[in-house]
């Protein structure tokens, strides 16, 4: 599992590849602690090439967009597979996330 | 502009060495009000504040320069201006004011009571206060943002009081001070009022008069706060011994319209008559993964998808149900067709 941030205008996207579960949610957490402190930003989570979330990947995400929210920044999440989407929909986290 | 005689040019020499002390003071002026504003609540448009410049006092004092002995006789060195929503929030910051700082009542006015039946112009209360630690006096402006904009509008004229302008524009600026009265009158109006309505519905809500209340995001933000949820969020947790994160409910008001609910009776029958088919549709979808974290939307959106699908809605039903809390999407089809599977199995399926 690898996490990239990369910045593009007022954007900050990081891109998940590989598999987000309980072994890889504390690197991954390290890695993107740079969206935690940006203010005022627009934060892609693109999850084009992320094959799978675990509970562990879920509770990753919603800090990220915990923290975004008291710096003023916005979360969209990006290009889930029906899989992820599946689990965003059993979870009700489609209620927590700008999906796109 | 005419040389300042000697009286004023000691005047002015007092400000040019008063002017650090006037920087400290306002400074000192504004933490207190902003402190003051942070802790009642009260939200205000804006909070600014000014020293006079060398120009402007000097216009002043060529004009009526004989009228001070001396600079701290002038008491709008320092200007201070609140600007409010909400006419009555003027008098709770004149309050907080009075509290704040020592007012000098004989040179403070309250220029919105002074207008007689004809006269002219919109005006704000206007408080000479006193700081501890600060001899000089300084001036605070209270009025509202159409105070304000009709103030400065009038400013823009040129004319520097009413006396100066001409009759017929007069009249005209009289008119408009006049509306914008009613109008601040009447957003005062509907605040209390929106306020009271907030009120009643509370109340209905916890007598359990639901029926007797329109559905509306305030009265759906009402019923919520009762917790009508919290049970069933709680069992659909319990599978799999999941944490509960907060979430936003207010996107499942034009879901729930859409599915006939006019009055918050209606939404609580709802949640009753389709509870423990939501809940067994958490329990097919979820028992079988290891994911221990769900939204506090989860029940309400499996009581909204078994509504759907037990009332004929289908899969089309499914998808505009995504739509309107996921946003549109081409995924919600594929959404749609997976729930629509899953569920198929189900009891409250058998029939359709």
Known sequence: MTTTITESGNQLIAQFIGRLDTAAAVQTAEDVKPLMEAANREIILDCSRLEYISSSGLRIFLSVRKEAATHGSKVIVRDINADIRQVFMMTGFISLFEIQ | ?352
């Not at chain 2, 799999?240 to 879901?255: G, M, S």
């Not at chain 2, 946003?327 to 409250?348: C, D, I, M, R, V």
């Open chain 2, 1 to 352: 502009m005419e040389a300042l005689d000697f009286h004023c040019q000691l005047i002015m020499d007092e400000y040019r060495e008063a002017l650090p002390m006037l920087e400290s003071m306002q400074g000192q002026v504004m933490a207190t009000l902003h402190e003051a504003l942070d802790r009642s609540g009260l939200v205000v448009t804006a909070v600014e504040s000014r020293i006079k410049t060398e120009e402007s006092l000097a216009g002043k004092l060529a004009l009526k320069g004989s009228k001070y002995a001396a600079l701290s006789d002038i008491t709008d060195v320092l200007g201070v201006r609140i600007v409010t929503f909400y006419t009555d929030d003027v008098d709770r910051i004149a309050s907080m004011a009075e509290q704040l700082f020592e007012i000098d009542w004989q040179n403070s006015v309250d220029k919105r009571r002074l207008h007689q039946l004809d006269s002219f112009g919109y005006s704000s209360l206007h408080y000479i206060c006193r700081i501890p630690g600060y001899d000089m006096r300084f001036e605070l402006q209270l009025r509202t943002t159409l105070q304000h904009a009709w103030a400065a509008i009038n400013h823009d004229t040129g004319y520097k009081s009413g006396v100066e302008i001409p009759r017929e524009y007069m009249r005209r600026m009289n008119r408009l001070a006049g509306l914008l009265e009613m109008a601040d009158d009447e957003f005062s109006r509907i605040r209390t009022e929106i306020t009271d309505y907030r009120r009643r519905v509370q109340a209905l809500v916890k007598s359990g008069k639901l029926d007797d209340v329109l559905l509306d995001g305030d009265t759906f933000r009402s019923y919520l706060q009762v917790g009508p949820l919290d049970a069933l969020n709680k069992r659909i947790a319990a599978i799999n011994q999941a944490e509960i994160q907060d979430a936003p409910l207010i996107r499942f008001l034009k879901v729930l319209k859409a599915l006939k609910c006019n009055t918050l009776g209606d939404v609580d029958r709802l949640i009753h008559h389709y509870e423990d088919d939501a809940y067994r549709l958490a329990r097919h979808q979820l028992g079988n993964t290891d994911l221990d974290i769900v939204s506090s939307a989860i029940g309400l959106q499996n009581i909204c998808i078994v509504c759907i699908l037990s009332t004929g809605g289908g899969k089309i039903g499914l998808e505009r149900l995504f739509d309107a809390i996921n946003g549109h999407n081409s995924q919600n089809n594929e959404l749609a067709e997976l729930t629509y599977q899953q569920a198929s199995n189900l009891p409250f399926m058998q029939n359709k």
